[in-house]
């Protein structure tokens, strides 16, 4: 029988605890319209990225194979080691962007926070992009296009309307639980 190394332990807890996310967030909390079924229905590819430093061409050969893949509809590429600031990833998400044309990315990490001062849907959208890891949410530029008008502001003003309807503060301590989750678990595989 062979022992799990520590990698092979960090990508299965860095699946779990996105799951988590995922599942108790996003579509716990019906934050996006389309995440429900997407998962359900298989469309949705993680891919754990376990080096320190993220590669964008490591996430470009993870785009072709989407591209390749019809059913697949969302990437999410998962950087559980990286340590960088907000501002970092987001520069990183913008040089993926750059790399293909065949999915848009969107960067969530987990030190995003409400923007200041009144929340306001724009406001909320960094606030629920707090996945455990750093993570770039990849989705097939065709849907994308596909979907007419104010969508994402519509989207985004719902997710206002829930928010403030369930409490902030309750979402906010399930995104802390989660965070805690994932401090607790790996600092166990390090050690």
């Not at 009144?118 to 996945?131: G, S």
């Not at 989750?181 to 166990?188: F, K, L, M, N, Q």
Request: proline share 5%.
């Amino acid at each position: 029988m062979r022992v799990p190394t520590k990698i092979n332990r960090l990508v299965t807890e860095a699946l779990r605890l996105n799951a988590r996310y995922v599942e108790e967030v996003v579509i716990g909390w019906e934050l996006c319209p389309w995440a429900a079924r997407a998962w359900l229905d298989g469309q949705v590819v993680q891919r754990v990225f376990p080096d320190a430093e993220p590669d964008a061409a490591a996430v470009a050969r993870f785009i072709d194979e989407l591209i390749a893949e019809p059913r697949a509809a969302i990437g999410l590429a998962i950087f559980p080691r990286v340590a960088g600031t907000v501002g970092s990833w987001e520069r990183f998400a913008e040089t993926v962007r750059r790399t293909r044309d065949g999915f848009v990315a969107a960067a969530f990490h987990p030190d995003y926070r409400a923007s200041d001062g009144a929340l306001d849907a724009a406001r909320l959208v960094p606030f629920i992009r707090r996945t455990p890891d750093p993570t770039l949410q990849l989705v097939r530029a065709s849907l994308v296009h596909s979907l007419r008008g104010q969508v994402s502001n519509d989207v985004a003003r719902a997710n206002l309307a829930t928010v403030t309807a369930r409490g902030i503060e309750k979402l906010e301590a399930l995104l802390t639980e989660i965070r805690r989750d994932r401090d607790t678990t790996y600092a166990s595989i390090s050690a």
